[in-house]
């Protein structure tokens, strides 16, 4: 009964491949977030949902392309990795419709490295 | 520099003992939001306290926040061998529709 999961846990891949990170929240929330942790630990988000629709796009490359099927699922792909790209990411999800920033509710992580 | 600085950057003591850290921002919010990381793990909310409160108390925990310093501090009281991670604060910034965090503290806490 995890609240906010994600897969895979862990990622190893060569520079220029492709590869996606699929979360999933069952706790009924309305907005979901992708956010990335570098090797310093600073945590910076990357996009939000709300409802299916982008709410939030940071300065994230174009490379990386989060797609949301149903409002409990938030996917994030990511074209042609480079080095940079590796760090752990993760996903999470609050109620509401994000204005308010409320408390949110984070996944386990996918451990990205890019080879 | 960042919304959210915490500050120390790592903090060891010993079980038993209580731990502070403080969280620094440079812009007005609407709440503030503390949350605690273990090695290896996503993070995990601890408590929210609101523009318009002083402070608030979780179990052993403590936070008091000052919008006038633009400041906030996180106590842990009677820390325990798994309190050791790393705590960060999130300043929901108004009009953001988003939390910024800091780089959070680094805690040990010796058995």
């Known amino acids: 009964d995890t609240a906010v999961s994600q897969t895979p846990k862990y990622l190893v891949t060569q520079m220029g491949n492709d590869k996606s990170i699929k979360c999933e929240q069952n706790l009924g929330h309305d907005t979901m977030y992708w956010y990335k942790q570098d090797s310093k630990k600073f945590l910076k988000i990357m996009f939000s949902y709300n409802n299916k629709e982008l709410i939030i796009n940071e300065t994230v490359p174009n490379r990386f392309s989060p797609k949301s099927p149903d409002k409990a699922h938030l996917n994030l792909h990511i074209n042609s990795l480079e080095l940079g790209d590796s760090a752990v990411y993760f996903c999470a999800s609050s109620q509401g419709q994000g204005h308010l920033q409320e408390t949110q509710y984070f996944g386990p992580g996918t451990r990205l490295l890019v080879l | 520099s960042q919304q959210g600085e915490e500050d120390p950057q790592a903090l060891s003591i010993q079980e038993g003992e209580n731990a502070t850290m403080n969280c620094s921002y440079k812009t007005s919010i609407n709440n503030l939001q503390w949350y605690r990381q273990n090695s290896g793990r996503g993070l995990v909310h601890l408590i929210l306290i609101r523009s318009n409160e002083r402070e608030k108390h979780s179990g052993r925990l403590r936070v008091t926040l000052d919008t006038s310093k633009k400041s906030s501090s996180l106590l842990i009281t009677a820390s325990r061998a798994a309190d050791t991670a790393s705590y960060f604060c999130?300043?929901?910034?108004?009009?953001?529709?988003?939390?910024?965090f800091g780089q959070g503290t680094r805690l040990t806490i010796n058995p």
């Open positions: 999130a300043t929901a910034v108004w009009g953001a529709q988003k939390l910024v």
